[in-house]
């Protein structure tokens, strides 16, 4: 168990339509990083925050946003929905002398129909 | 940012046989992380590797960081099945946050 929770686990959604992942970190850690895994891809980095505040953006659509709260959780919230958008969405955290050491949750399996 | 580059991307070995991944950086990197990630499964921390010409082991799985610190290499001896999976090599922070190199898949046949 890495300690990084992420809900739910699965969601099956209809196109056009709009979801929020959530992802809540290890405690004391102030990062938090959304990743995109289409099957059989590798990890594609969509977006981090430190401590609330936005740390650096990658290859993140404007039909999705994020945020992270006071009490350090991140919600990815995902809006017009496409099929192309079905894929793992994984949150992982890192904290205060853990470097770059990421610790990554078990995923949202999301599926567009 | 400091994408790395990963190769192979597949890796198809008798068990047994042994198996080597490279991750390669065109810059100089501060630190670099290996991750394991199992098929439906999700990436899990291996190992961080910190200074110049570090190996590190555990068991069958040997890490090294090259001493230009611009590549990495994960070995494992003797594969065995629990060894399948996704191997991912991440060089650390950058602006953008592309890090992570694409993985090398590890396909084991008994």
């Known amino acids: 168990d890495s300690g990084v929770t992420q809900t739910p686990k699965h969601l099956i959604t209809a196109t056009g339509q709009r979801v929020t992942l959530r992802c809540s970190p290890r405690?004391?850690?102030?990062?938090v990083y959304w990743y995109q895994q289409s099957l059989d891809q590798g990890l594609q980095f969509l977006i981090q925050?430190?401590?609330?505040?936005?740390?650096a953006k990658g290859n993140i659509l404007e039909r999705f946003s994020a945020q992270q709260f006071p009490d350090l959780h991140s919600e990815l919230n995902l809006s017009s929905l496409e099929l192309g958008d079905s894929a793992l969405y994984f949150c992982?955290?890192?904290?205060?002398?853990?470097?770059?050491?990421?610790?990554f949750g078990a995923g949202t399996r999301l599926s567009v129909l | 940012g400091q994408q790395v580059m990963q190769i192979p991307q597949y890796q198809h070995v008798q068990e047994g046989e042994d198996f080597t991944t490279y991750c390669n950086s065109s810059t100089t990197l501060s630190n670099i992380q290996w991750y394991k990630q199992r098929p439906g499964g999700h990436p899990v921390f291996l190992i961080q590797?910190?200074?110049?010409?570090e190996v590190k082991k555990q068991k069958r799985l040997t890490f090294q960081f090259g001493e230009a610190k611009k590549n990495s290499s994960l070995h494992i001896t003797a594969t065995q099945t629990t060894d399948v999976g996704t191997y991912f090599c991440d060089s650390g922070g950058g602006a953008d946050g592309l890090t992570f190199g694409k993985g090398t898949h590890l396909i084991i046949q008994p």
């Open positions: 992982a955290s890192s904290g205060p002398g853990q470097g770059d050491i990421q610790y």
């Open positions: 405690s004391g850690d102030l990062s």
């Open positions: 925050y430190y401590n609330g505040e936005e740390r």
């Open positions: 590797l910190v200074k110049s010409g």
